[in-house]
């Protein structure tokens, strides 16, 4: 998708410039936590948020400063808040060591008031009537988490790249990586002011009713660091009888930089562990299994006391995650639900198996490789319905003549494939059967006497 560049210094009005928005919405406390955050940057984030936000709806803005070490963050910032900002709109939060975004913004919600918070990072520029479109959806429903649609600012040119049609959402695969996709097609609306159901939420920019969250349960303050509490605090959101929406009238611009933060002697990787732990083990039940499968590291994993969790979740009669799955991101296969067959698929020819590593990298073409058994790369199912699919992606064919390379792709319309007692797999439409070469795998005439033809899952389920 392309985004429309615009000159340092500029902005640009998004498509519901000629919406108009109710004077009487709630008060609203933007936090800011920051950590050697370069002082233009963040100021410009500041003077972007009291420039294009109408007064009487901003109640303060708070800067939460996580530790900083650069000397220009210090004295000076103290400096420069107190010559050009007003005294009563903007508070500086000085932590006197390193907490981490969790902590930080925690923090900075106990120095703020307003009815609402808005959570953003400090390395953003909020477009114009960015705040009104969030605080609509939140007026009209107190238990909504409200997204704002982000835009895009160049590193390092910091032009600002304006999606005039971008109706991206978030997903997540059992390995609870995020990742972009498009909206699916019976969540097209009339409107492009429209607001969209979400999966999950990204931390960059969103909008809360300061009681509703604390209701909730706010963050899991047993969190480490970073990471995690997005896909947490988004599960609890709809589990426990909110709503998460996309707003695409709040436009803010997002400069994706390199992690700010240092996690210690245990390292960003189990300390992120750490974190999805504690959301899988109150949220998602049996489920929790496949993640661990991903990361058998992280099962054994002491992640503390989870009692206060679980006390919100019985306080709150929140539903089961088979619910979430149904309900809210039922494109995320459940490897051994409503299935014929599931696991590792294995080649009787070659000795390989089945292998969708080309997905990490964008690539659509699935390979061949020496067998693992790993779900996260080579987890697959054939679905009561004939769909042949990773956890997110379903087994395609674009031509239907022999040579044909399966694709991966996601499951809008997917192709239908039959598994045979001798361990054929046809595609249907074609009448092809995958086959694989010295370049992976490929469709080729179904022919019984071909060993590369013939497919073994290492689980199958007695119907």
């Known amino acids: 998708m392309r985004g429309r560049k615009l000159p340092l210094g500029t902005f640009i009005i998004c498509c519901c410039v000629h919406v108009t928005f109710p004077r009487e919405l709630p008060s609203t406390s933007v936090v800011i936590p920051f950590h050697d955050e370069w002082p233009s940057v963040l ?17 303060q803005v708070v800067l939460v400063d996580d530790n900083s070490a650069l000397a220009a963050l210090g004295a000076p910032l103290d400096q420069y808040v107190r010559d050009f900002f007003p005294r009563d709109l903007i508070r500086l939060v000085r932590l006197r060591q390193r907490t981490g975004l969790i902590a930080s913004r925690v923090e900075g919600l106990r120095h703020s008031d307003g009815d609402v918070v808005v959570f953003l990072d400090s390395h953003v520029e909020v477009n114009v009537a960015w705040l009104e479109p969030l605080l609509v959806e939140i007026q009209s429903n107190r238990q909504t988490l409200a997204m704002s649609t982000l835009d895009y600012i160049n590193a390092h040119t910091f032009e600002y790249n304006y999606y005039r049609n971008r109706t991206v959402r978030y997903g997540f695969d059992w390995r609870l990586f995020f990742f972009e996709l498009n909206f699916r097609s019976d969540q097209e609306v009339s409107s492009p002011h429209a607001t969209r159901p979400g999966v999950v939420a990204v931390g960059t920019a969103f909008a809360i009713n300061r009681k509703y969250f604390e209701d909730l349960g706010g963050y899991d303050v047993g969190m480490k660091i970073w990471g995690g509490e997005n896909i947490e605090l988004s599960w609890r959101v709809w589990l426990c009888g909110g709503r998460l ?7 803010v611009g997002h400069v994706a930089r390199t992690q700010p933060y240092s996690f210690g002697a245990k390292g960003r990787h189990m300390t992120t562990m750490f974190n999805y732990k504690r959301a899988a083990e109150v949220w998602m039940g049996p489920y929790r299994k496949f993640v661990y499968e991903n990361f058998p590291e992280m099962e054994a994993l002491d992640v503390g006391d989870l ?3 679980k006390a919100v979740k019985s306080r709150l009669h929140c539903h089961n995650f088979t619910w ?13 639900r409503d299935v014929i067959a599931w696991g590792s698929l294995y080649n009787n020819g070659t000795g390989h198996c089945l292998d969708n590593h080309a997905f990490m990298d964008d690539a659509p073409r699935i390979h061949s490789e020496v067998c693992h058994y790993h779900l996260n790369t ?14 997110v992606q379903c087994v395609m064919l674009r031509g239907t003549w022999p040579g044909s390379r399966p694709l991966l792709e996601y ?15 046809i595609h249907v439409q074609s009448q092809l059967c995958l086959d694989e070469d010295a370049s992976g795998p490929i469709t080729s005439y179904c022919r019984p006497d071909v060993t590369s033809q013939k497919w073994v899952f290492t689980n199958y389920v007695k119907v």
């Open 411 to 425: 499951c809008e319309s997917p192709d239908i494939w039959k598994h045979t007692k001798d361990g054929a797999i």
């Open 324 to 336: 979430y799955l149904d309900n809210i991101w039922p494109e995320l296969t459940v490897y051994d």
């Open 378 to 391: 080579q987890g697959f199912s054939l679905t009561v319905g004939g769909h042949l699919r990773t956890t």
């Open 245 to 251: 929406v996309h707003v695409p009238c709040s436009r």
């Open 43 to 59: 100021l410009r984030t500041v003077y972007s948020v009291i420039n294009r936000t109408p007064r009487h709806l901003l109640q």
């Open 307 to 309: 009692t206060e969790r």
